[in-house]
């Protein structure tokens, strides 16, 4: 079975730090991109962050460009997130997703087929 | 960055409607775009990729179209489960980008 689990959310204080880690299971994890995405309390869906499969791609939302650091242990089959300085308006749940296509590197093709339970990070003082 | 825009924004259906929702994109984004349903307290679940291919295990009643800048999301009948809010993604450009929702409730 195909299955996300995060971890390392928790309560901090602004302008702190956090280390975000999703265990992979059940597919070859180096052969596919992967992403984090989060949902602030009552509200939609904001992507943060995405890594292809052999990690030659990574992008960012704006909103956490400069903060936020994604990456990935190859043959842990793990995906982390490390979220500097840190803001209220962080405050989330957040999800780590599959990237449905194998060998995804480029645009067109990261619809994600897989999500996790998610995370929550609550920024506050 | 690419705007997406979903309407509306919330919506009132019966079991049985027909229901459509729809995403604008403020530029053109080929079919790159994905619907997925959230329904409360749970993850979300990709629904439509490629703008009108049918995740596996998802049911006919659902299915997606357009190209470009517009697109849709129908429902042929609605269901109890279906009751839930969507969203799009476009994965055409950097960066990625959801709509801000559709919440669709029971009449």
């Known amino acids: 079975e195909v299955q996300l689990v995060e971890s390392g959310g928790g309560v901090v204080q602004p302008g702190g730090s956090l280390r975000l880690s999703c265990a992979a299971s059940?597919?070859?994890?180096?052969?596919?991109?992967m992403h984090w995405v989060r949902q602030a309390p009552g509200k939609g869906l904001e992507w943060v962050s995405l890594?292809?499969?052999?990690?030659?791609?990574?992008d960012y939302a704006d909103s956490v460009r400069g903060r936020f650091t994604i990456s990935r242990g190859y043959n842990k089959n793990s995906l982390y997130l490390q979220m500097n300085s840190l803001r209220t308006e962080d405050t989330a749940l957040y999800y780590c997703?599959?990237?449905?296509?194998?060998?995804?590197?480029?645009?067109?093709?990261?619809?994600?087929?897989?999500w996790g339970r998610g995370t929550t990070v609550t920024v506050s003082s | 960055a690419i705007q997406m825009t979903q309407s509306p924004s919330s919506l009132s259906a019966s079991i049985g409607d027909r229901v459509t929702i729809t995403c604008r994109a403020s530029?053109?984004?080929?079919?790159?775009l994905g619907w997925y349903q959230q329904r409360p307290g749970e993850a979300p679940k990709l629904l439509i990729y490629?703008?009108?291919t049918l995740e596996s295990g998802v049911p006919s009643r659902f299915s997606g179209s357009g190209s470009g800048t517009d697109f849709a999301l129908t429902i042929s009948s609605l269901q109890p489960e279906d009751f839930a809010t969507y969203y799009c993604?476009?994965?055409?450009?950097?960066?990625?980008?959801f709509g801000q929702g559709t919440k669709l409730e029971i009449k």
């Open positions: 530029q053109g984004i080929r079919n790159d």
């Open positions: 490629a703008a009108s």
């Open positions: 890594i292809s499969g052999d990690g030659s791609t990574i």
């Open positions: 993604l476009q994965d055409n450009n950097y960066p990625l980008a």
């Open positions: 059940g597919f070859t994890f180096d052969d596919f991109a």
């Open positions: 997703t599959k990237a449905k296509m194998e060998y995804c590197s480029s645009t067109s093709c990261y619809a994600m087929d897989v």
